[in-house]
């Protein structure tokens, strides 16, 4: 599966859904859970780089929510934070993926690209003093939390079709069925996500790895292997 099969599509909606919508969705998840654990049977789990990118990317956010930019806590970047040459946001989350390469670093680029795209209002063209800024404004609405619980379900949902997007395209009799699939499978991750960073007691405080590497592992379990209730 070409990654850059969902890129466009991640990358350009902005994945706010009527309620309805989410609804009718739920009604098949279980037809979805059944696809997902037939497919990813035997499949690879996720790379245990997203443990620390994880726990990178949350000391950044609360490094932004508490305005306290130090040079400690500044994500290094090449070029000026007003040079508007290079892509800001990409620069950003290459920053934060350490020791791991190949697809796995793709994916996890792309996944946190997405919900800095999301959390920055859809804004590209920014040089990274504004980038800083609108995910100051972003985080004043919301919080850390909510920004790591999208990286997770951008990052759960990326993987997870990357490795079975020609399942679902040829199991699909029509292409309107194989993008209600893939809609399927993201409010499933959404889900899925939100359920168990509430549930679990590690995401009350700010995670070290160890804490990242247990919900990673409580959630890949559930994509994979949960039954529905």
Known sequence: M???????????????RRWE?????????????????EFLNGKKKAAASVSSTLVRFQKWTMSLET????????IPAKGSAEDKDSDAIERVAESLIEDVSGIDRRLLSKSLQETL??????????????????????????????????????YFFNFIWFQTGESFRTRAWTTAEFENDM????????????????????????LNVAAARQLTRTLEKRLYNKPSE
């Open 117 to 154: 795209i999301h959390c920055s209002g859809f804004a590209v063209d920014l040089t990274q003093n504004e980038l800083s800024k609108r995910v100051r404004q972003f985080l004043k609405r919301e919080s850390s939390a909510f920004m790591m619980r999208r990286f997770l379900s951008s």
């Open 67 to 74: 305005e306290a930019d130090t040079p400690s806590q500044r």
């Open 21 to 37: 919508d989410d609804l009718s969705r739920a009604q098949s998840a279980p037809g979805i859970e059944q696809k997902l654990r």
């Open 2 to 16: 070409d990654i850059s099969k969902s890129s466009s599509k991640s990358l350009g909606r902005t994945r706010t």
């Open 183 to 206: 809609e399927s499978v993201e409010a499933h991750c959404d889900k899925i996500v939100a359920e168990t960073w509430q549930s679990c007691e590690w995401t009350r405080r700010p």
